[in-house]
T-cell receptor, first 116, second 117 residues
Framework: AQTVTQSQPEMSVQEAETVTLSCTYD???????LFWYKQPPSRQMILVIR??????QNATENRFSVNFQKAAKSFSLKISDSQLGDAAMYFC?????????????FGQGTRLTINP | EAGVTQFPSHSVIEKGQTVTLRCDPISGHDNLYWYRRVMGKEIKFLLH????????ESGMPNNRFLAERTGGTYSTLKVQPAELEDSGVYFC???????????????FGPGTRLTVT
C-alpha cells in the first residue's frame, strides 16, 4: 500500500519570503499522480498543484512550484513571495492510476503560518 | 456552479447516539468520495461511489458506518452507534466522470466536524 509522509507538522515564514514544504511517499508503481492541497482556516480544501509521475518537468502554478524527485520519492512544494492568504494546512496526496483506483492517499499535513 | 456542500458543518453527539452526515456533490459528478481526518492525523479514505454503486469501500472502519447514495445524487454517511474515536472531520469530494482517469480531479466540500462526547 502507498504511504505519504509530511515530516513538518508546522512551518512559518515571513511575508514575501520563500518557504518549502516537504513530502515523501512510498510506492511500487511507476505511474501515478501527486498533489498538494491547501485548506485555509474554516474553508474547504482546494487543489494547489499536481504532478504526473511520468513527466520529468516540475509543475508550476504562479508562485507555487514543486521539486519532484521520482527516484528519491520526494515531492516538495515551494511557495515564493509568501502572502498572508497562503496561511493554511497543506496536504500532500498520492493517487494511483490503477484500474478503479481513484482514492487519494494523504500525508499528515503541514500547518503554514505567514508572519507579517 | 455550486461546489460540494456538506451538512451539518458541526455535530456534537453523545456516545451511543446516531448521526447522519450529508454530502451534495457538484452537479454532474458521478464520482463521490468520503474521507475523514481523526485527531489531527492524516486524511483517510473511507469509500468511493460511482453513481449509486459502491466502487471501493475498503476504507470503511467497521459496520457502524453506513454510506448510501440513492439515485446517484447526494450521499449520506450514518454512524450508529457513535463511539468516541469517531470524532474528527468528515470530508466529501466529487469528481467528473471521465474515461481519462488522469483528469478526475476531486473537489472537496468544507467538511463536517463530528464530536462524540
Amino acid at each position: 500500500a502507498q504511504t505519504v509522509t509530511q515530516s513538518q507538522p508546522e512551518m512559518s515564514v515571513q511575508e514575501a519570503e520563500t518557504v518549502t514544504l516537504s513530502c515523501t511517499y512510498d510506492t511500487s508503481e511507476s505511474d501515478y499522480y501527486l498533489f498538494w492541497y491547501k485548506q485555509p482556516p474554516s474553508r474547504q480544501m482546494i487543489l494547489v498543484i499536481r504532478q504526473e509521475a511520468y513527466k520529468q518537468q516540475n509543475a508550476t502554478e504562479n508562485r507555487f512550484s514543486v521539486n519532484f524527485q521520482k527516484a528519491a520519492k520526494s515531492f516538495s512544494l515551494k511557495i515564493s513571495d509568501s502572502q498572508l492568504g497562503d496561511a493554511a494546512m497543506y496536504f500532500c496526496a498520492y493517487r494511483s492510476l490503477g484500474q478503479g483506483a481513484q482514492k487519494l492517499v494523504f500525508g499528515q499535513g503541514t500547518r503554514l503560518t505567514i508572519n507579517p | 456552479e455550486a461546489g460540494v456542500t456538506q451538512f451539518p458543518s458541526h455535530s456534537v453527539i453523545e456516545k451511543g447516539q446516531t448521526v447522519t452526515l450529508r454530502c451534495d456533490p457538484i452537479s454532474g459528478h458521478d464520482n463521490l468520495y468520503w474521507y475523514r481526518r481523526v485527531m489531527g492525523k492524516e486524511i483517510k479514505f473511507l469509500l468511493h461511489f460511482v453513481k449509486e454503486s459502491k466502487q471501493d469501500e475498503s476504507g470503511m472502519p467497521n459496520n457502524r458506518f453506513l454510506a448510501e447514495r440513492t439515485g446517484g445524487t447526494y450521499s449520506t454517511l450514518k454512524v450508529q452507534p457513535a463511539e468516541l474515536e469517531d470524532s474528527g472531520v468528515y470530508f466529501c469530494a466529487s469528481s467528473h466522470p471521465s474515461r481519462d482517469r488522469r483528469r478526475n480531479e476531486q473537489y472537496f466540500g468544507p467538511g463536517t466536524r463530528l464530536t462524540v462526547t
